[in-house]
């Protein structure tokens, strides 16, 4: 166990910090669909493609390249991964057509599919044993404060001011994040080597593929709404852009509260029990958007209870693989990772194929039965010792 020095008391903010920037640059098409699609003349189907392609690479080259870096030093390797990203978002203001921004668009996230998994594993070395639940959970708040403050940010300026001042604004982040993980992380960090035996030992692990199959099965479920939120609601209520920024807002906000919770009581619950709780909520709010279809004042709640669950659900997955088997921690993360693409992938695939048909009103009803899955799954995960030894 690496301890912290005093120069990086701050190292898992400066890791919080560039799951910021990864969350925005996998989630800023999502934000302004409709800008994209006008601005580079093609439907919002296609705009969705861009999301679908890009989870599609993240999904392969997570686990890909956790297994070609794991001797690296994890400041340089996660620096230089925030150092692509802001290039690449930059590079995206830029894009003269659709096939330019989307060949930058998989390049940028073939090198960023490091970032979130390596994250975790770094936060596990640079914690005690008894805080790596809450450390964990503290560093994927990124992903919260990505779509809290990230997302509805996105969205207004591409509204306001156009898709490329929005890839600029990124990439602005991306070069502050780059700054402050230098700065702040400590060096000579390394985790276990990743070797062909540790792919072989997660899949004989029951309960790692089984947390596996729940992560793609939730963020399918989500994302064959969350990809085409926007133009849902403009489509179903006739909400502006800026109605569409506040129900992002409202969906950042409650995940990032939702993390907050998580990361005070799984200490003291467990990841299971705080797992199967926030999933509940994940639920109960695509259910009520499902129910709510229409109305924006109810869909909006219904945001602000799925918000709740969205993101504290994926922090919990992590604290869980990581129990699961401390040793392959960095592998098993990754794998998480790439599984949560491709629900990613799969849930904006069936969501683009429900829009372009013009079939609004399955997405709810599809996106429910991906949760219910998810959440038999969790019962099925259910620990056979105290819950307090899996914490």
């Not at 679908?52 to 400041?75: E, H, K, M, Q, Y």
């Not at 390394?190 to 593929?209: D, S």
Request: glycine letters at 10%; charged letters at 5%.
């Amino acid at each position: 166990m690496t301890s912290l020095q005093p120069s990086s008391r701050l190292a898992p903010t400066a890791l919080m910090f560039g799951n910021i920037v990864t969350g925005c640059s996998v989630l800023a098409p999502a934000g302004m669909l409709p800008q994209l699609a006008e601005g580079l003349s093609i439907g919002v189907h296609t705009a969705g493609l861009l999301i679908t392609f890009g989870a599609v690479v993240l999904c392969i080259c997570s686990p890909l390249t956790a297994w070609l870096t794991s001797r690296f030093d994890r400041r340089l390797l996660l620096a230089v991964t925030l150092l692509v990203l802001a290039l690449g978002n930059l590079a995206s203001a830029f894009a003269p057509d659709y096939a330019s921004l989307l060949a930058i668009r998989l390049v940028m996230l073939a090198v960023g599919a490091l970032y979130t998994p390596q994250a975790a594993g770094t936060a596990a070395l640079i914690s005690p044993v008894e805080k790596r639940g809450s450390t964990i959970a503290y560093v994927f708040l990124g992903w919260s404060l990505a779509a809290a403050v990230g997302l509805p940010l996105i969205t207004f300026i591409g509204s306001h001011s156009g898709w490329r001042t929005a890839y600029l604004a990124v990439a602005a982040a991306g070069a502050i994040s780059f700054v402050l993980l230098t700065w702040r992380l400590p060096s000579g960090l390394k985790g276990a080597p990743v070797e062909l035996t540790t792919w072989i030992a997660l899949g004989r692990n029951r309960l790692v593929v089984l947390l596996l199959l729940i992560t793609m099965l939730q963020m399918s479920g989500q994302f064959v709404i969350f990809t085409f939120m926007g133009p849902l609601l403009t489509k179903l209520t006739g909400a502006d852009p800026n109605q569409v920024g506040l129900v992002f807002a409202i969906y950042g906000v409650c995940g990032f509260l939702g993390v907050v919770i998580a990361t005070r009581i799984v200490d003291g619950w467990g990841a299971y029990r705080t797992s199967l709780l926030f999933s509940c909520l994940l639920f109960t709010g695509i259910a009520l958007w499902t129910i709510g279809a229409g109305a924006y004042a109810l869909m909006a709640g219904a945001v602000a209870v799925w918000g709740l669950g969205f993101a504290s659900t994926n922090s919990m997955q992590q604290v869980r693989l990581v129990a699961a088997a401390p040793p392959l921690a960095s592998a098993s993360v990754s794998l998480n990772t790439s599984v949560l693409y491709i629900g990613q992938a799969i849930g904006s695939a069936v969501g683009g194929s429900l829009f372009a048909r013009d079939a609004l009103g399955a997405t709810g009803p599809v996106a429910m039965g991906f949760v219910v899955v998810a959440l038999l799954a969790i019962l099925a995960s259910r620990p056979r010792v105290p819950v307090a030894a899996m914490a």
